[in-house]
């Protein structure tokens, strides 16, 4: 299960790019620690790199950049708007990604990391796609856009693994009971599943509960659909105790904290 490095300096991550093999795929998340999509792109982004193997193929690496405190990196890779992944092998960019889409990011990932052939294409071929657009100015929005925007976030959010749970604090230190008594559920039935802590992001915290029409946490969502609160969840299982199965496996949650 791979994880996230923090890059913290220039020479840190020369030496990244130095030593790593020509077919490793290394994933370079920028993020400014003020820009709330950012901290649900990490979610998205553990939650993705617990998925790949550590030691076996296909190989990748993954990065975190502060784009403010690294500013001669994101410039080198033009970053003009966070979240912004890049995507390099050997050397050469293969594409981009700006933006908080959950979607395009694991698109983007799964294509370049399980193509051997791309692999040879883009290295021969160079930069072989860039399909970052800069992300709309910084303009107040009205706020029906802002909703809009919103619910545009929450929709790749509640994809962003096929079993995501939005709680309060995080598996290994629950904030509430109701909460803690999910992960223990989760845990109990080994499911592998995604997170995000609302308590870390009010406008998630208050709007999900709107675009779900579910006024309450711990939510548990699957492939997209919200299966309700702890009572359900409790519910669906004494129906059927095999409600988890085909989300379990032995390797617990995924996500890191939001
Ligand atoms: N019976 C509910 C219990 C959950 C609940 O009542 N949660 C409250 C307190 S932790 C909540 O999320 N309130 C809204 C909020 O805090 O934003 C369930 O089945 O999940």
Known sequence: MSTITEVDSIPQWEQLLASLPPSTLLVVSFHAPWAAPCAQMATVLATLASEYPVTEPPATK?????????????????????????????????????????????????????????????TAGGVAQTVAKAEEPAAPLDPERQK????????????????????????SGPQCGFSRQMVAILRENSVKYGFFNILADDEVRQGLKEYAEWPTYPQLWIS??????????????????DFFKPYSVSGGEAAAPA
């Open 62 to 122: 993954w990065v975190s950049v502060n784009a403010e405190d690294l500013s001669d990196i994101s410039e080198a890779y033009e970053v003009t708007a966070v979240p912004f992944l890049v995507l390099i092998r050997n050397g050469q960019v293969l594409e981009t990604v700006s933006g908080s889409s959950a979607v395009k990011v694991r698109t983007a990932i799964e294509t370049h990391a399980s193509s051997a052939s791309a692999a040879q294409a883009d």
């Open 224 to 241: 997209g659909e919200l299966v309700g609160g702890l009572d359900i969840v409790k519910e669906e299982l004494s129906n059927d105790a």
């Open 148 to 171: 809009e925007e919103l619910f545009k976030r929450l929709a790749d959010l509640v994809k962003a693994a096929p079993v995501m749970l939005f709680m309060k604090g995080t598996p």
